[in-house]
């Protein structure tokens, strides 16, 4: 958004009522036949209109000016603006997996699993449940313990990226089934949201770097974000693999970048590779993080309860979304985040991490084991 202080300059915008004086003012100086400019008069009236009508334009020409440039507009008006640097705004895509269905009795009848079929996820503390479609009917044959079931979001977003044995149950019963549950590398395809204003802005102000002769960092980063499901790419051009190398870190929306993504990257990547580019895509490496806390608190509720506000704020403390710090975690930020998400906490102690974690920029940190001590007032 243009400051104010530039659009006053560009485009002023006075008052109705300073500007109403104003223009009274110079009808008189002027000897303007009329002379009744009091309010419920004729043509102070049709003044006032005019006046209006005046605001609203200028007001449309600010907006207008706003929008006219990359680095200040937003929604429909930069699309229109990144068609002019040949960039398109990435659209939200629904995560894509395998779920696995298994059995103790490998002696039982065959159990199909139709297209069509929903699993789902565990009610949250918000009372809410993600449901996956099953899109390949699948057969659970007599004799065989486990089958994976590939799977697809009723919606598209990112927050069907969801972590290890959290879909567990079957929206209808299936009979002969013992467990349900996705493995830790269950996703095949990242779901992902409709690509912000901050991030299509700034793929299109880096399209400058793809005028350079040779690609350079810049120009290696815009084409992998420019691929749906990649949430952030670095590139190291610090030849990290010997003169002539260049390694393009992708982390997807999910964490780390599955082969598809990986795939896609590397064709995006492949289009601007200079021809002695030796080029290594690679995803970055999700590094699990334990975290333990004893709550303080004089919340009423029960310890169970209070456990899963607190794994739900640390879930969306270490969610992968842009803007977070990957590869950094700080012992202050998970004490405001306990206090400022969960009010009823008089004081939080964290036993681990015993220190702030700074890893490499390849890696990602994300949520292991939650354990939470309740203590009473």
């Not at 993600?130 to 699948?138: D, Q, R, W, Y």
């Not at 779901?191 to 290696?220: C, K, N, Q, V, Y």
């Not at 084409?223 to 990290?240: R, S, W």
Request: net charge negative; aromatic share 6%; with cysteine.
């Amino acid at each position: 958004m243009i400051d104010k202080a530039t659009l006053d300059a560009v485009l002023p915008l006075p008052e109705l009522e300073e500007r109403r004086d104003e223009v009274v003012a110079e009808l008189k100086d002027e000897g303007f036949i009329i002379t009744n400019f009091h309010s419920g008069g004729i043509f102070y009236t049709l003044l006032i209109v005019v006046l209006r009508i005046e605001r609203e334009f200028k007001q449309f020409l600010r907006s207008f000016l706003n929008n006219a440039f990359v680095t200040h507009s937003s929604g429909v008006w930069l699309d229109l603006k990144a068609g002019d640097y040949s960039k398109k705004r990435k659209r939200a895509q629904k995560t894509q997996g395998l779920v696995t269905v298994s059995r103790l009795n490998t002696e039982e009848d065959a159990v199909k699993i139709e297209k069509g079929h929903v699993f789902k996820t565990q009610k949250d503390i918000n009372g809410e449940e993600l449901h996956f479609f099953v899109i390949e009917s699948k057969v659970l044959q007599k004799g065989a313990q486990a089958v994976d079931v590939l799977v697809e979001a009723e919606m598209e977003g990112s927050r069907y990226n969801v972590p290890e044995g959290q879909i567990t149950r079957s929206l209808t019963f299936l009979n002969g089934v013992d467990t349900i549950t996705n493995g830790s590398d269950w996703i095949t395809r990242e779901g992902s949201d409709t690509e912000d204003d901050d991030g299509l802005r700034t793929r299109s102000l880096r399209s400058w770097a793809e005028l350079a002769a040779r690609p350079i960092e810049d120009t290696f980063i815009n084409a992998a974000e420019g691929v749906a499901g990649v949430l952030f790419a670095q590139a190291d051009c610090q030849h990290p693999r010997g003169q002539g190398t260049v390694d393009v870190i992708v982390t997807g929306t999910a964490g780390e970048a599955t082969e598809g993504l990986l795939d896609a990257v590397r064709e995006a990547v492949d289009k601007i590779a200079g021809p002695y580019d030796n080029i290594l895509v690679r995803s970055s490496i999700t590094v699990s993080q334990n975290i333990e806390v004893t709550i303080t608190t004089t919340d009423v509720s029960s310890d169970e309860e209070i456990r899963g506000k607190v794994a739900f704020i640390l879930t969306e403390l270490l969610a992968v979304r842009k803007g977070r710090k990957f590869n950094e975690l700080t012992r202050s930020d998970i004490n405001h985040a306990l206090r400022s998400g969960y009010s009823a906490a008089t004081n939080v102690e964290i036993m681990a991490p015993a220190q702030d974690i700074k890893l490499d920029k390849d890696k990602v940190i994300t949520l292991g084991t939650v354990t939470v001590a309740v203590r009473r007032e």
